[in-house]
């Protein structure tokens, strides 16, 4: 904790002095122009807008908060796992600097979002239903880039470039620290940038300890970056991630370390014809659960789980390619690799965990091969239209496994199915098909109307397809759902295919003062990969088998924001809203899905009165009673927060004060998943097992400085 302190301590000491250095020259990154078509339903989130939230959450994802159509499933306190109009985690791509990052692990505890910090972000796009297949492929609910800064460059001469920053949130008793520096000229630029955030047990609104809510984790990355006057962009990043542990309150297991190292290289040619986009990503994880000590670590509870796995991919595309007559056209190729080893090392002492290793799944392959294209024209001045084809080859794999022990019992039904398993033919191919067709009309400047119809396709992940134990313990070790049961994979799952329908209408007031944005959305998923019924477990649980069925989810958005005036020396207002709504079922069963938010709603007040920016939200959330049965999803009440912000700028020195949940509301969330956490820390056994509560009220402080 000391060096906890140190740390934050002395970026803190140093923003004195860093705010009476030398400014450096503004530094425009290099932005390509592009031809793309922004969706209606796409939100936005640009550096200023996520450095207002980093101090509440070092979550990457909570910059999303409040975007129309997404809601954040817990998880761990930098994991929380996206849902996009009711589709959620792999269902959703999620891509850091353009690549992407496979969870390698069995509770999807290292998600691709867990790799950056908010401290390390520049910009948060979301994508929903409507994605380009340009923006990739294995996907059926849309795409969230995650981006961190471009290269800078100087216009003329050398200079140096950055920004620290500390923040504080009480309800965690929470510490982060983000450093941005670098130094560059008109061809070359070296960037570093690095954050870290620390967070012990939250507390709910009775004042409670939330138990496996701690974390600590450290992100860093080296961006070197050299362009030429032809327009020439080339760009190398390489970062590394370290998470040393991290609770997981709807877990049986927790995060005892997670280490990742990765490398990109990116390069970008703008010809007079169009542009070129290459890149190649690597990354690798080493990834261990235990338990922590509020489930038992430390005091004689030991379960080691290890992952080891590598991502290696590589894009080549050509956009922006006008072609008189027709249009705009973009073509690309991509490979991605993926390798899994998920192993759980012998315990010593244990009768049950011993005497060989547990091989959950050996040498896992998982391969993507994609072609696309995409046609964007103008057939008249009011409309545009895009259609774009993508077509993937992916091939999965595994070896053979085997049981804590080879002894035939009726205590150890693993060592059956290993051989069951090891029987098998482990090799699937799928060949899978996207479409997107969309149209934009614009009859005035005040109005615009988008329409558009996809089929988006995903091939099941390694867990899904090669976990094979059937004992109650091994089988609970796999459950991404937060639910606490236990999950048994199928190798002869299909890809889920997903037929959408989606339309959208921006209406815009006089002056553009005000707008106001509708959405409806239409989605068929046949093979969606949910799960059947396999018996009961003690205390109340239950072992679930993925399996394939027939799903539908349909919903509204609605959001809009006014400029109310300006009051004198009260400053400007401005009033802004947003509403969702969706519904989601299994059409073979009749059951509700799992995770479905219920109604939401955020009407938030904005002042700016000099230096200052202030805002007051309330954030309503309807009461979920339709729930999943087959998981035993629990059931949580309405709730109204209140979240009080403000910010200011004082030269180069930002100061931004928070309240979340501002009077201190005792809640659940609707995604929340169940306290096991809390369950175990109390005992287990046969009490109940209640719903995820929420964080109480958080006072959050931050500083940051540009130099």
Same mark, same amino acid.
């Given at each position: 904790m000391n060096l906890r302190l140190l740390l934050s301590a002395s970026v803190l000491c140093a923003l004195p002095s860093l705010a009476s250095a030398q400014q450096a020259r503004e530094l425009p990154p290099i932005v390509a122009e592009s031809d793309e078509v922004q969706l209606l339903g796409q939100t936005d989130i640009d550096e200023a807008a996520i450095a207002a939230r980093r101090n509440a959450s070092p979550n990457a994802l909570g910059a999303l908060n409040g975007a129309p159509g997404y809601a954040s499933q817990s998880n761990g306190g930098i994991s929380s796992l996206p849902v996009v109009r009711g589709l959620a985690d792999d269902r959703i791509l999620t891509t850091i600097d353009g690549a992407v990052a496979t969870a390698f692990c069995p509770n999807h505890m290292n998600p691709t979002s867990s790799y950056i910090q908010a401290g390390r972000l520049a910009r948060v796009t979301l994508m929903p239903t409507l994605a380009p297949v340009s923006a990739g492929g294995d996907n059926i609910g849309g795409v969230i880039a995650l981006d961190s800064a471009p290269p800078a460059f100087t216009t003329s001469g050398v200079d140096r470039f950055g920004r620290a920053g500390v923040n504080y949130r009480s309800v965690a008793q929470g510490w982060g620290a983000n450093l941005s520096a670098g130094v560059a000229n008109e061809q070359l630029s070296l960037g570093y940038d690095a954050a870290y955030a620390y967070a012990e047990n939250y507390r709910r609104g009775d004042g409670a300890q939330v138990r496996s809510t701690q974390f600590e984790s450290y992100d860093q990355a080296l961006t070197l970056g050299a362009r030429s006057a032809q327009g020439d962009l080339l760009t190398l990043r390489v970062g590394r991630a370290f998470v040393p542990y991290e609770g997981f309150p709807t877990q049986r297991m927790d995060m005892t370390q997670n280490t990742s190292v990765f490398a990109g290289l990116a390069y970008e040619r703008e010809l007079s014809w169009g542009e070129i986009r290459a890149a190649l990503n690597w990354r690798d994880v080493d990834h261990e659960m235990n338990f922590l000590r509020d489930?038992?670590?430390?005091?004689?509870?030991?379960?080691?789980?290890?992952?080891?796995?590598?991502?290696?991919?590589?894009?080549?595309? #050509?956009?922006?390619? /006008?072609?008189?007559?027709?249009? #705009?056209?973009?073509?690309?190729?991509?490979?991605?690799?993926?390798?899994?080893?998920?192993?759980?090392?012998?315990?010593?002492? @244990?009768?049950?965990?011993?005497?060989?290793?547990?091989?959950?799944?050996?040498?896992?392959?998982? &391969?993507?091969?994609?072609?696309?294209?995409?046609? /964007?024209?103008?057939?008249?001045?009011?409309?545009?239209?895009?259609?774009?084809?993508?077509?993937?080859?992916?091939?999965?794999?595994?070896? &053979? #496994?085997?049981?804590?022990?080879?002894?035939?019992?009726?205590?150890?039904?693993?060592?059956?199915?290993?051989? =069951?398993?090891?029987?098998?033919?482990?090799?699937?191919?799928?060949?899978?098909?996207?479409?997107?067709?969309?149209?934009?009309?614009?009859?005035?400047?005040?109005?615009?109307?988008?329409?558009?119809?996809?089929?988006?396709?995903?091939?099941?992940?390694?867990?899904?397809?090669?976990?094979?134990? #059937?004992?109650?313990?091994?089988?609970?070790?796999?459950?991404?759902?937060?639910?606490?049961?236990?999950?048994?994979?199928?190798?002869?799952?299909?890809?889920?295919?997903?037929?959408?329908?989606?339309?959208?209408?921006?209406? /815009?007031?006089?002056?553009?003062?005000? @707008?106001?944005l509708?959405?409806?959305?239409?989605?068929?998923?046949? &093979?969606?990969?949910?799960?059947?019924?396999?018996?009961?477990?003690?205390?109340?649980?239950?072992?679930?088998?993925?399996?394939?069925?027939?799903?539908?989810?349909?919903?509204?958005?609605?959001?809009?924001?006014?400029?109310?005036?300006?009051?004198?020396?009260?400053?400007?207002? =401005?009033?802004?809203?947003?509403? =969702?709504?969706?519904?989601?079922?299994?059409?073979d069963t009749g059951d509700a899905l799992y995770h479905i938010a219920p109604i939401t709603g955020r009407v938030t007040l904005e002042q700016r009165v000099g230096r200052w920016s202030n805002s007051l939200e309330l954030e309503f959330v309807g009461e979920k009673d339709r729930i999943n049965d087959l998981r035993h999803e629990p059931q949580t009440g309405a709730y109204t927060l209140a979240h009080l912000r403000t910010n200011a700028q004082f030269g180069s020195m930002r100061l931004d004060l928070g309240v979340d949940n501002l009077f201190d509301a005792d809640y659940a969330s609707p995604l929340g998943g169940v306290s096991f956490g809390d369950y175990r820390h109390a005992g287990g056994g046969a009490q109940p097992i209640y719903p995820l509560p929420g964080p109480g009220r958080s006072f959050n402080i931050g500083l940051s400085v540009e130099f």
């Open positions: 489930k038992g670590g430390g005091s004689g509870a030991n379960m080691p789980m290890i992952s080891e796995g590598q991502d290696l991919s590589a894009l080549f595309s #050509v956009r922006n390619l /006008t072609i008189e007559g027709l249009g #705009v056209v973009a073509a690309g190729a991509e490979v991605f690799q993926t390798r899994l080893d998920d192993y759980w090392p012998p315990v010593a002492g @244990s009768m049950m965990m011993g005497p060989n290793t547990y091989i959950n799944i050996n040498d896992g392959e998982r &391969d993507r091969y994609a072609v696309w294209g995409e046609w /964007t024209a103008r057939p008249a001045p009011q409309w545009t239209t895009s259609a774009g084809f993508r077509y993937e080859h992916v091939e999965t794999n595994a070896g &053979d #496994v085997q049981a804590y022990s080879p002894m035939l019992s009726m205590m150890n039904p693993d060592a059956n199915a290993a051989s =069951a398993f090891n029987a098998l033919e482990h090799a699937r191919q799928d060949d899978n098909i996207d479409v997107n067709l969309t149209a934009q009309w614009r009859p005035n400047e005040d109005a615009v109307y988008e329409f558009g119809i996809t089929r988006k396709t995903r091939s099941p992940n390694l867990y899904e397809r090669y976990t094979w134990g #059937v004992g109650d313990m091994s089988s609970s070790m796999t459950s991404f759902a937060g639910d606490a049961n236990a999950y048994v994979g199928d190798i002869g799952l299909d890809p889920e295919v997903a037929h959408s329908i989606a339309a959208s209408a921006e209406f /815009t007031g006089a002056n553009r003062r005000s @707008s106001l509708v959405s409806i959305y239409h989605t068929w998923v046949t &093979d969606y990969i949910d799960a059947d019924f396999v018996r009961g477990l003690p205390n109340g649980f239950v072992q679930l088998r993925f399996a394939n069925h027939d799903a539908a989810l349909y919903g509204f958005e609605m959001s809009g924001r006014s400029e109310l005036g300006d009051a004198g020396n009260l400053g400007q207002f =401005a009033l802004a809203g947003a509403i =969702a709504y969706t519904h989601g079922e299994n059409q």
